[in-house]
């Protein structure tokens, strides 16, 4: 066992989530703090992924085998962790528990913890009590006045107990803490923690602590939330004898909504799944939860083209004292847009592959041939995978709109008529039928003609009109494309139906 300053020692950190639902954004935001802290030049470090599973009701393999695939996709790996191994195994808690108990022995023989018999019914009297004293809720202290003989006592006639942690009750417990500085608690504010549950499982201070200490865990580098329970970790590495050996702690700050509350599935989606199945690129997402980190990046890795590139740039210019203590608010409008940016660094060949990945579907009906085209044209206009399908329906599903989306605002009615009859007869004369000759025809034909009483009306001042009837939208992509790849024959036949509409 070592027994030497942690800073001494190769630098190894640890992200250990629950297995209890979707995986979190927020264990992506800790996943790569601890990854690229381990991995910056002179750390030569590792990185842990341990899967703290002892919620026996609420973890399930499917959640366990969601959190490798989320991380994975997002380009965040692991040294050590349950489905690589490494010479620290196992990593799953469920499998450690003979670990767990006999730690556990080791605190009730040397009386620095305690067995704790009180049923559900006396804890929430208790609770009570000290919500009408206004008092935080805390426990009381009685079992730890049992007698030996009482606790034999019960323990022949097996009743349900817990071990609690013995917490001093003078003075305070001081510790260093990477990014705030010198942090001081007293133990009077501290509770007698539950350290093993009456089914047998440790809860997460005890095996944090045991875990950390086995795997020689040297950054402790976690969310501000678990502050107030250091004092608890710390006593537990003195009880232990293991003080010489306790990590560095950092509590970095929680990622927060943009009214500066706790990120939460009620405000904002919170599961990386929800961002891959809504088409984001994992290099988008995992560029965002960079600038997090820290904004000076911004720049730097809009210019990675894979997740690979973003966490080595992440890793070799990672500075810990750069994140900021304000708490990063997760914008997802800004999501969204390095979305797009990240999208239109790809060539459309690479779009193609990344939307048939993601489950795109072309629609029967669009050609393989005007694929390549037709994604060019939609990657400037589109900042999710989501977004491209509903953009570039009108393809191959004709449009239908109605008479009020074919007017023009602040125009006479009339104007939206002549802009389509026009426009039907110029076009008709096109033999070529490409791009730029259908844009030179319609914007000919809008300057030399005698608007019906409203004076000079430019091309600008109608185009609207021609995007409605043809794409069904008055924003698309690009209009005299859009026609080129429709055809001549369904182009004027879609014109002529908004006419229709019109009259």
Known sequence: MRETDARELKVRTRVAPSPTGDPHVATAYA????ACFAH???????????????????STEASEAAIFASLRWLGITWDEGPDVGGTHAPYRQSERLPVYAEHARRLLAAGQAFACFCTPERLEEMRVAQRAAHEPPHYDGHCLQLSSEQIARNEREALPRVVRLKVPREGSCVFDDMLRGRIEIEWRTVDMQVLVKSDGFPTYHLANVVDDHLMEITHVIRGEEWISSTPKHVLLYEYFGWAGSMPRFCHFPLLRNPDKSKLSKRKNPTSILHYRERGFLPEALLHFLGTLVDGRNDEALLACTTSRELVARMSDCFDLARIPLGGPVFDLEKLLWLNGQHLRRHTPQQVLAILEAWGYEWPQGVAPAQRERI????????????EFGPLVAFFTNRPDPSRAELELPELPASIAREALEIALPALAQDE??????IGALLKSAVAAHHWNGSGNVRFRDVVRTYYVAVTGSPTSVPLFDAMEILGKTES???LATALERLH
């Open 432 to 437: 070529q039928w490409h791009a730029a000759g």
């Open 31 to 34: 996943a790569l703090i601890n």
């Open 375 to 386: 994604a060019r044209l939609a990657m400037d206009r589109v900042r999710t995978l989501e």
């Open 40 to 58: 910056a030049p002179g750390n030569d470090g590792a990185f842990v992924l341990r899967i703290e599973d002892t919620d026996r009701a609420r």
């Open 492 to 494: 004027l036949r879609r």
